[in-house]
């Protein structure tokens, strides 16, 4: 499945389901969990990073949000909230700062990507650094 396949899946299965009605233009989260091979988080890490850096100055982009899971340092969840899932998929996702990362996850990821699409109601944030 090309990169944008999983996801495009994904809207297609909420949208058949009507999980995703939704007027055009309404906020979409993506929730990805990632699984990396054992010994290549750094390089996994090394890829998205810049990716993230470049999203935030989308002008659909909301938020993301980097986890990862304290009991299994291999897993990644990835909490993405864009303005509209049209232009997510459309034009996001093609977005050339992506091909780097696209390109090398099938050698970094030892499981299929879990994709969740879920329409946000409210948000309460407190920034935090580290």
Same mark, same amino acid.
């Given at each position: 499945?090309?990169?944008?396949?999983?996801?495009?899946?994904?809207?297609?299965?909420?949208?058949?389901?009507?999980?995703?009605?939704?007027?055009?233009?309404?906020?979409?989260?993506?929730?990805?969990?990632?699984?990396?091979?054992?010994?290549?988080?750094?390089?996994?890490?090394?890829?998205?990073?810049?990716?993230? %850096?470049?999203?935030? @100055?989308?002008?659909?982009?909301?938020?993301?949000?980097? @986890?990862? %899971?304290?009991?299994?340092?291999?897993?990644?969840?990835?909490?993405?909230?864009?303005? %509209?899932?049209?232009?997510?998929?459309?034009? *996001?996702?093609?977005?050339?700062?992506?091909?780097?990362?696209?390109?090398?996850?099938?050698?970094?990821?030892?499981?299929?990507?879990?994709? @969740?699409?879920? *329409?946000?109601?409210?948000? %309460?944030?407190?920034?935090?650094?580290?």
């Amino acid at each position: 499945m090309d990169r944008r396949g999983l996801l495009g899946a994904a809207v297609a299965a909420a949208a058949a389901t009507g999980a995703m009605a939704q007027p055009s233009g309404s906020p979409v989260t993506v929730v990805l969990v990632l699984r990396v091979r054992p010994g290549r988080e750094e390089e996994f890490l090394t890829l998205l990073l810049p990716v993230l %850096d470049a999203m935030r @100055h989308e002008p659909t982009f909301i938020n993301a949000v980097l @986890h990862r %899971d304290p009991e299994d340092p291999l897993r990644f969840m990835l909490y993405e909230t864009w303005g %509209d899932l049209t232009d997510l998929v459309e034009v *996001q996702m093609r977005r050339s700062y992506r091909e780097a990362y696209w390109a090398a996850l099938p050698g970094l990821l030892s499981a299929p990507r879990e994709v @969740h699409l879920w *329409q946000p109601l409210r948000a %309460d944030i407190t920034m935090f650094t580290r």
